[in-house]
């Protein structure tokens, strides 16, 4: 199922949207509505999205881990990776995606921009 605020990316062999996963490298957008598919996806199976290239995305960042708040110094040249369809994960800068703007620490948000690596030529 995709949930309305789900980042979305293209399935690399179907080419069709899916939700996201850390490791993505096919980045499109954020979902506008919500779908539950079968089995199979068909065409038939549509829904709006938000496309994110060139976008600032505000993303929940998870706080269970090492590195709980962000500072000044975590803007701008870190890229962080996401722990999953909907969160940015702070301890992950392995082959990460998000370049933080600017942050809420007691949010627990970022306002990120996406590595353009990680983005599907869509638009």
Do not use: H, W
């Not at 800068?93 to 970022?110: H, L, S």
């Amino acid at each position: 199922a995709i949930n309305v605020g789900d980042l979305i990316q293209i399935d690399s062999t179907s080419r069709k949207g899916e939700v996201a996963v850390a490791t993505s490298t096919t980045l499109v957008g954020i979902a506008q509505e919500a779908i539950t598919t079968g089995g199979t996806v068909t065409s038939a199976d549509k829904i709006p999205v938000a496309l994110i290239r060139g976008m600032v995305v505000r993303l929940p960042f998870a706080t269970g881990g090492s590195k709980t708040s962000f500072a000044s110094t975590d803007k701008y040249t870190t890229a962080y990776d996401i722990s999953n369809k909907t969160t940015l994960n702070p301890d992950d800068t392995t082959g990460g995606m998000c370049y933080v703007q600017d942050y809420n620490n007691t949010a627990a948000t970022v306002d990120v921009i996406f590595a353009d690596a990680n983005l599907a030529n869509v638009g």
